[in-house]
């Protein structure tokens, strides 16, 4: 599954674009349970655009807690072999999902980020897999600052209102969308069931979705083998109980299913 090409580029630019990740059932599967996540929201998702009843950007973590579909393709094993091989890991560890859907009507820009600073979490083999469930072209999908994995840990923010993380001790991003041309900044079309695989800490952002069509899509986090808990000082955000968790340790218990390779 893993080419001598993608692994180049994924160590080099921090980002890889992998066609057909998943076989074309299982990404209609995906797809139909993403409608039943909008049309049965829970309390904690985010509607970063419109209304609860008419979300124009919206956002759900641990999708796979509650609706079979995101559960079965994350034990499929065929998206932790694939992270597995990337990240250079014996092993993948299955850390959250989410859900992002942006409606044609959406004005709103994802603020550029890196992942980890989010996250109590460290480690070089920590990588996303955010899979297309519609055709989304490069002017709406995920845009990328090539090599910036290797910036080191910059201060998150608050998707809602662009507001710093407090007490971090992280320094801001610097202002890309005001000097885009500073920037090898990337984008890709995508085709249903395509996949971008990330480094968890490549600089990131999305822009508003396309005006003709829905951009919905599914992002699986996986650790690997040098992948430990974090408690990192400041705000974070979390997706899941802490209980057991050990600074300096691996991810252990059924919050964080091991899914390739052997503990």
Not at 87 to 112: C, H, I, N
């Amino acid at each position: 599954m893993v080419y001598d090409e993608m692994l180049r580029k994924y160590r080099a630019d921090g980002v890889v674009h992998v066609p057909q990740v998943l076989p074309p059932e299982w990404v209609a599967r995906l797809a139909a349970a993403t409608d039943v996540a909008l049309a049965s929201s829970p309390d904690d998702a985010e509607m970063y655009e419109g209304t609860r009843s008419a979300p124009l950007s919206y956002g759900e973590l641990q999708p796979w807690k509650r609706l079979e579909a995101f559960r079965e393709a994350v034990h499929e094993g065929s998206l932790a072999r694939l992270a597995a091989g990337l990240m250079g890991s014996e092993s993948a560890r299955f850390y959250y999902d989410q859900l992002l859907v942006k409606e044609p009507g959406s004005v709103r820009r994802t603020p550029w980020h890196q992942d980890i600073p989010y996250w109590k979490v460290a480690g070089d083999q920590i990588c996303s897999i955010w899979l297309a469930l519609d055709p989304i072209p490069g002017r709406a999908a995920l845009e990328f600052v090539l090599g910036s994995h290797i910036w080191g840990e910059h201060n998150p923010q608050h998707f809602m209102d662009a507001s710093p993380y407090a007490r971090t001790g992280l320094a801001a991003l610097p202002d890309i969308e005001s000097d885009r041309a500073a920037y090898d900044i990337l984008a890709y079309d995508l085709a249903p069931g395509d996949a971008l695989i990330f480094h968890g800490a490549i600089v990131h952002g999305a822009p508003p979705a396309d005006q003709s069509g829905r951009r919905r899509a599914w992002s699986t986090r996986w650790l690997g083998d040098d992948a430990v808990f974090a408690d990192k000082p400041g705000e974070r955000a979390f997706p899941a109980d802490e209980t057991g968790l050990v600074h300096g340790q691996a991810y252990a218990g059924p919050d964080y299913p091991l899914i390739h390779g052997r503990a």
